[in-house]
């Protein structure tokens, strides 16, 4: 195949352009006031897909969000890739903790990105990786180098658990039907070290409530004679882990795949510094289960958080109450082979039995998935290592990230194909935070690394 890089400094400034007017768009899917600006990005992305070269571009119906599919088959005998990404974004909040406002795109240099950054929500989870798909595809289709049939299915759910997705991929099997999933929608360690996400983690996300008296209760005149939900709910979230930061949920470890010496050592080689870590936190020390790295911690390690807990009076200056109501959201990040669905149970059952009387407890599951694996000797593997060798100059590392796709178990499940994980986002921008951003030459450096997969993957494919 030929070299992208010049059709791609040629096109740099639209191919900018183009990203920033997509992230004009504030589709955030978990806030209901957005509805149409989620819907107008969905018509967005398929008008981007046409525009690149797909010849079939369909906005999809579904209960919630539309799923955008688009397709260019070329030969019924050539090998099949299946994008996925998602054109949803997290909610921009805290808002007064953004240096520029979250859908007015900036480019700005920071440290990491001496060549500029896009500032913006959404412009590396998952928008700006996203595009880059469309990009290659674009090169791919004007510069006559599209070497297998591909197809995109770009949702608007993700961020809120894909729950039309799972029905979507489950009635249409043959539409999907492909030979590999490829997504970009995780990181990188470092600009210069490139490296390919073989694992994400599993998730349970619960929200519990803890009501006391039926009304709000003056502090003075009750305090001391009933329970308070916010200090019984502080106790239970806190008992939740034992002195070594284990998690004392019984049976919550039970399935949890332990990995060998051998791949904790060939973890433990990849480039990492703790000092940098926790200078970039701005943290004196790092936190968690007894007995492993931090990299194992948030990776290979299932983990329970508060992603947010609420009661009581949070307003200006102090009332005096005993709140009848206490809230918490928690999140349980799993690996294999922890099942979703049973570490659910097993929360749900633990942290009832472990209320004390004189409260009531109730735990509403909000949405979950299993870990994903993709071993290193599979051709869509060795397809990814060989296109970033090229662009990059180095052999990528195999890392597993903490982070969670849901969806992508299921994509192995429902339509028997393996994805592999060509994220180019650095763990320093900030996705789900304020000032999200992505470095141009990442943007870059994707559209140019995607066309030399496509064509390691169809020779691989093909001699196979
Ligand atoms: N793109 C992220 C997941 C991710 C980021 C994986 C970086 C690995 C590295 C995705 O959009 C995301 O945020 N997923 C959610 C789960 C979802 C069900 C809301 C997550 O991981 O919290
Ligand atoms: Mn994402
Ligand atoms: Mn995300």
């Known amino acids: 195949m030929q070299d992208p890089s010049d059709y791609i400094q040629q096109h740099k400034e639209r191919f900018l352009n183009e990203l920033i007017n997509l992230l004009k768009i504030p589709s955030v899917s978990a806030d209901s006031a957005h509805s149409q600006d989620v819907i107008n990005t969905a018509e967005a992305v398929a008008a981007a897909l046409s525009e690149a070269g797909c010849d079939e571009v369909e906005v999809c119906e579904t209960s919630g969000y539309p799923i955008v ?15 996925y990404g998602h054109y949803d974004v997290q909610p921009p909040d805290p808002l007064e903790l953004w240096d520029t406002p979250p859908f007015e795109p900036v480019i700005k240099e920071t440290e990491l990105h001496p060549e500029g950054a ?29 070497p297998c049939n591909v197809k995109f299915m770009i949702e608007g759910e993700e961020e809120v658990g894909s729950p039309s997705l799972v029905t979507f991929v489950k009635e249409n099997r043959e539409k999907l039907k492909n030979d590999i999933i490829l997504i970009s929608d995780t990181g990188m360690i470092a600009a210069d070290v490139p490296s390919i996400t073989t694992g994400l983690r599993g998730l349970s996300y619960v929200e ?12 003075g005149l009750y305090g001391g004679a009933v329970a308070n939900p916010i200090n019984i709910l502080a106790k239970m979230i806190a008992s939740l882990h034992d002195e070594n930061n284990h998690i004392t949920i019984p049976g919550f470890y039970d399935k949890v795949h332990e990995l060998s010496e051998e791949e904790r050592q060939a973890m433990a080689e990849a480039p990492f510094s703790l000092e940098a870590y926790k200078k970039h936190l701005d943290i004196s020390a790092v936190y968690g289960e007894k007995g492993y790295t931090t990299n194992e ?6 983990t329970l958080d508060v992603n947010g807990i609420w009661g009581g009076y949070t307003g200006e200056g ?6 009848s109501k206490a809230y918490a959201k928690i999140s349980m990040r799993l690996v294999p082979d922890q099942d979703w669905h ?3 149970e097993l929360f749900t059952r633990h942290f009832i039995s472990i209320a004390p009387d004189g409260v009531k407890v109730e735990v509403t599951p909000h949405h979950g998935g299993q870990a994903y694996v993709t071993p290193i000797d599979h051709i869509g593997y060795r397809a990814a290592s060989e296109a970033y060798e090229t662009t990059f100059g180095k052999t990528p590392i195999p890392q597993r990230s903490g982070g969670s796709i849901p969806i992508v178990s299921l994509f192995e499940q429902e339509l028997d194909s393996k994805t592999i994980l060509m994220g180019f986002g650095l763990d320093s921008d900030a996705i789900h935070s304020p000032n999200e951003h992505y470095g141009i030459r990442n943007y870059l450096k994707g559209i140019e690394t995607i066309p030399y997969f496509y064509s390691a993957f169809t020779r691989m494919k093909e001699s196979e």
């Open 69 to 83: 599919y688009g397709e260019k088959i070329i030969g019924a005998d050539l090998p099949t890739v299946l994008v």
């Open 118 to 146: 896009i500032f913006a929500r959404g412009a590396c989870d998952d928008k700006g990786q996203m595009y880059m798909h469309v990009k290659a595809l674009e090169y791919m289709v004007r510069n006559n180098d599209l």
């Open 208 to 219: 519990v409530a803890v009501t006391g008296p039926n009304r709000d209760l003056h502090s």
């Open 297 to 302: 911690r948030n990776s290979i390690r299932p």
């Open 318 to 323: 102090a009332k005096t109450v005993i709140p």
């Open 342 to 344: 049973e570490i659910t």
